[in-house]
């Protein structure tokens, strides 16, 4: 589904991925993690279009999409989430689903006025799947309450929820695991393995949870550095003396 082929991100000097190479399979789980610094986040955005490479190449779905905007790239299917969920704090819950589908017909003044029929369908249908996400979410008693004042786990659900109005076909998601508690943790991993098993939703997900990422993912990119240290199942990746250094600055002898 997605090839990345020795992408490369310099800024002013500083090469922050250095030669990246590795494949997401359709229908996958993959973690990419690694120490702070290691180039996750960039990669990250260069994944999603927010930045440009240096140098490489990315395809997805079979197209060559190097360099292509994040606004291209949503309408094709790769869709990005935030460590720090991008709610608009001000509207409702139920407001910030139905704000996402693209090209609604009433964001036109002119459908306004000649289509209004046309117009309230699409919204009905929009405002239909919307409650079907809110309810598969467990967030239908918050739907008109102000998406600023939901907890940390519940606007992670809400991110979640708003790829899941795009139908999205690859889902980037940023640190899922912050800022949420346990509870509602478990409820996360639930859903998102629910999407992925049962609606065929690929996914990446950058992680610093052990234990999600045990749960969740096969397979486990780690990455040092800029680079790719290592590809594979969690028990291998963990073990690996080389993540141990990365992750532990000595070497697998002392961390031993």
């Known amino acids: 589904m997605l090839e990345l082929d020795q992408l490369v991100m310099d800024f002013s000097g500083f090469r922050a991925v250095n030669g990246c190479s590795f494949n997401v399979e359709q229908g996958s789980i993959t973690a990419l993690i690694g120490p702070n610094g290691a180039g996750k986040t960039t990669l990250f955005n ?20 190097t360099g292509a905007s994040s606004d291209v790239l949503f309408h094709k299917g790769l869709v990005r989430t935030f460590q720090i969920p991008h709610e608009f704090h001000r509207l409702t819950v139920l407001e910030n689903l139905m704000m996402v589908p693209p090209g609604q017909p009433g ?4 459908s306004n006025w000649l289509s209004w029929g046309s ?5 009905a249908e929009v405002e239909r799947k919307a409650w079907e996400t809110l309810e598969f979410l467990e967030l239908t008693h918050v739907a008109g309450q102000r998406a600023g004042e939901l907890s940390g786990g519940q606007k992670k659900l809400l991110e979640l929820g708003r790829t899941m109005m795009t139908d999205a076909k ?5 640190e899922p695991a912050a800022g949420v508690n346990r509870t509602l943790l478990r409820k996360l991993e639930e859903k998102i393995l629910i999407l992925n098993r049962e609606r065929g939703y690929t996914f990446i997900l950058i992680e610093h949870d052990m234990e999600m990422i045990e749960k969740l993912c096969h397979p486990v990119v780690c990455m040092a550095e800029g680079r790719v240290l290592i ?4 028990q291998t990746v963990r073990s690996d003396a080389r993540v141990l250094e990365a992750y532990l600055g000595e070497t697998a002898g002392d961390a031993a």
Not at 51 to 57: C, E, F, H, I, R
Not at 170 to 174: G, R, S
């Open 107 to 110: 964001e036109n003044l002119f």
């Open 231 to 234: 590809q594979g199942d969690f």
């Open 46 to 65: 260069l994944i999603a279009g927010a930045l440009k490479p240096t140098g490489g190449t990315i395809r997805f779905l079979g197209e060559d999409v």
């Open 170 to 174: 690859l889902v980037l998601l940023d």
């Open 119 to 123: 117009v309230k369908r699409h919204e």
